[in-house]
């Protein structure tokens, strides 16, 4: 069974400034995916960010950047330029290739972005 | 309405009612998905559907009960709850369950307290 591991339950930062939000993880297998989803106070879940295992390059979009060290199974997420809107519960999720489209969450952590 | 949605957003009951959860989609989607979200436990996967059809059951007590009529509407029947069954139930969907590419589409959940 896989597990993942968010071993920060909270976090703030300065508006502007950068934020890196850790994650690991535990699987045997190795053709898998990695996701980070925001889940902002009251509002629904959206997906911010997924990673391919197969993939050496780090995932992007926009603002939000992961490092993903495949040996060390790691799996960061990088908030560059925060904005205010960023505050919300941040989410870790693994999905195994044959898994059937079944995520496994961490704990979460809730970042908190000041003005 | 557009997306998923989850009626009620609140519910309140007692350990010996029977209530149901009700969530929409409106995004052609054929695969639908029931979370539970709880205080001290991260998100976990209760059930999964694709194209109606019942594919993953996580071990859920048998008081939760799921139904999918049709690949739109996803029901989750409840009946003598107990009070650590109270969390956020959040309800998605996605293209087809099996792909990891198919993004999952979250609602806003249902906060559930069972008294």
């Known amino acids: 069974a896989q597990t993942v591991t968010q071993s920060q339950p909270e976090m703030s930062v300065q508006e502007a400034e950068t934020v890196t939000l850790s994650c690991t993880y535990d699987?045997?297998?190795?053709?898998?995916?990695l996701f980070w989803y925001k889940q902002p106070p009251s509002r629904q879940m959206i997906l911010v960010i997924r990673?391919?295992?197969?993939?050496?390059q780090n995932a992007t979009e926009n603002r939000f950047s992961v490092n993903f060290q495949k040996a060390a199974k790691s799996f960061s997420l990088k908030i560059s330029d925060s904005q205010l809107g960023d505050t919300a519960m941040y989410f870790c999720?693994?999905?195994?290739?044959?898994?059937?489209?079944?995520?496994?969450f961490g704990g979460g952590t809730r970042l908190m972005v000041k003005p | 309405e557009t997306g998923v949605t989850q009626t009620p957003r609140h519910l309140v009951m007692g350990m010996t009612n029977k209530k149901s959860l009700k969530c929409e989609q409106h995004?052609?989607?054929?695969?639908m998905y029931w979370y539970k979200q709880s205080a001290k436990k991260p998100l976990e996967l209760m059930f999964v559907?694709?194209?109606?059809?019942?594919?993953e059951n996580n071990s859920v007590p048998s008081r939760f009960s799921p139904e999918c009529p049709n690949s739109s509407h996803l029901f989750l029947h409840l009946h003598t709850l107990q009070p650590e069954d109270s969390a956020l139930y959040l309800c998605?969907?996605?293209?087809?369950?099996?792909?990891?590419?198919?993004?999952?589409?979250f609602g806003p959940g249902t906060r559930l307290t069972v008294l």
């Open positions: 995004l052609g989607h054929n695969a």
């Open positions: 990673q391919e295992a197969y993939k050496q």
């Open positions: 998605a969907s996605s293209q087809e369950s099996g792909d990891p590419y198919n993004e999952q589409f």
């Open positions: 559907y694709n194209f109606k059809e019942q594919t």
């Open positions: 699987t045997s297998e190795s053709n898998y995916y």
């Open positions: 999720a693994f999905m195994n290739n044959n898994a059937g489209n079944m995520l496994t």
